[in-house]
């Protein structure tokens, strides 16, 4: 065994750097693969992100000074082809590659499933506006389904005590990354949906790539999200991460200590406000007895309750006139009245008097008619009334025949007789 070859962790990095930069097959050659975990930051203009595929992913670096000709700008799922050069990152003994030209070929198929999905929940209404539920004013006690050990636990107490000291939070812990988050989350979901203590709930963890947060893009958690029964925050990943859980959940939250300050109160602000109320409720009621001291002071010195008899007599002096008013006005219209019945009462008697004086002259012309063609008074100049014996009244000789009996009505009585003859007169035409 020949003698130990010691070196340092600052050699081998270089060695590596040197070695990598040295392969000329590694200085330019196309990669593809899907965005994972894209970080960008604006003072410097660079990117940084994982190119993945089913089996295996690497770190790539795009500085600003070619990220300026992209575009189209890089999100998470974007699936590319990068003209890149293979290098070693000796501070930190990291393999990464840094990208030269990108070539956008559309999205990755995690991305694509995220988006059908959100499209299929949107179309079912699990989004709509109206379904969401404003956060209570004052949480008796939170739910909060997170990791035991993560940070967001830590950030959720560390802020909700600062602002609310009378916190009560109870953790439903389960992985929030990995194959099992999704379903460990869910059966968390379905024992707060039988607790009738929890006023709000708040699911998350912190930032990561898509893969990361994959497990808050499930649709059965989506739907239990959405059938709870009380508010659910969501606070997944950073404010540029969006997930099917912020889209369905009642209120999205940035960041887990973001979601801690939409839920629990601030309670010192609570106690100034009340501070502030409560001052001005007591120099609004010093104000008030003031006001009212004055108005004692004045009425103290009225003459209406010095003198209260003064004041019913005036009383009764106004009573009196109204009184006599009201007889004035009564009584003109009844004069009125009284004068248009004397009119009328003349008119009428005067109109019933014409009208007598008109009815009686047409009477007294009717019965001198009567007079005149009454029947009567012809058989009393000797006159007779001729009639068969059946009663018809006979006017001309052709309506009777020679043996026949005819009656003959005079003043006194009536005669029956016999025609022996009769004789036509002939008429003689002008």
């Not at 990117?47 to 600003?64: I, N, R, T």
Request: hydrophobic fraction near 40%.
């Amino acid at each position: 065994m020949g003698e130990r070859v010691i070196v340092t962790v600052h050699q081998l990095n270089s060695f590596m750097t040197k070695f990598i930069g040295h392969n000329q097959s590694l200085q330019s050659f196309y990669i593809q693969g899907e965005v994972s975990g894209h970080k960008y930051y604006p003072s410097s203009g660079h990117h940084y992100f994982s190119l993945k595929d089913e089996q295996a992913q690497v770190s790539c670096v795009l500085f600003g000074s070619v990220a300026n000709n992209l575009t189209t700008p890089i999100k998470d799922g974007d699936k590319l082809i990068c003209l890149a050069r293979a290098g070693f990152y000796a501070r930190d003994g990291k393999f990464q590659l840094y990208i030269l030209q990108v070539e956008q070929q559309g999205q990755g198929l995690l991305y694509q499933k995220f988006l059908q999905l959100k499209n299929k929940l949107a179309e079912e209404g699990l989004f709509a506006p109206e379904h969401k539920r404003p956060l209570p004013i004052l949480p008796k006690r939170v739910a909060v389904v997170t990791s035991a050990s993560g940070a967001v636990i830590r950030d959720i107490i560390k802020v909700g005590r600062y602002r609310y000291p009378n916190l009560d939070i109870l953790l439903f812990p389960c992985n929030v990354q990995g194959d099992l988050a999704a379903s460990e989350m869910l059966r968390a979901m379905q024992k707060i949906q039988v607790r009738d203590d929890i006023s709000v709930i708040i699911i998350g963890r912190g930032g990561g790539s898509m893969e990361d947060l994959w497990c808050f893009n499930d649709e059965a958690l989506a739907r239990a999200i959405y059938q709870a029964k009380v508010p659910v925050v969501s606070a997944v990943g950073h404010e540029t991460d969006f997930t099917i859980a912020d889209f369905v959940a009642d209120v999205r939250a940035s960041t887990p200590s973001n979601a801690a300050e939409l839920v629990f109160p601030d309670q010192a602000s609570y106690l100034k406000q009340i501070a502030a109320l409560q001052a001005r409720l007591i120099t609004a009621l010093q104000q008030t007895n003031k006001i009212a001291a004055t108005r004692l002071a004045l009425l103290e010195k009225c003459r209406y309750l010095t003198e209260p008899d003064l004041l019913i007599n005036e009383r009764f002096e106004v009573v009196d006139r109204l009184k006599q008013r009201m007889l004035q006005a009564l009584e003109l219209p009844l004069i009125k009245q009284k004068q248009k019945l004397e009119q009328l009462t003349y008119r009428l008697k005067q109109s019933l008097a014409l009208v007598y004086k008109q009815a009686e002259h047409s009477y007294f012309v009717q019965y001198q008619h009567l007079l005149a063609t009454n029947p009567l008074l012809r058989l009393e100049q000797g006159y007779a009334y001729v009639s068969k014996q059946n009663g018809q009244k006979l006017s001309s000789v052709k309506q009777i025949t020679v043996g026949e009996l005819v009656d003959l009505q005079l003043i006194d009585g009536n005669l029956t007789c016999q025609v022996e003859a009769k004789q036509e007169l002939n008429k003689q035409v002008n």
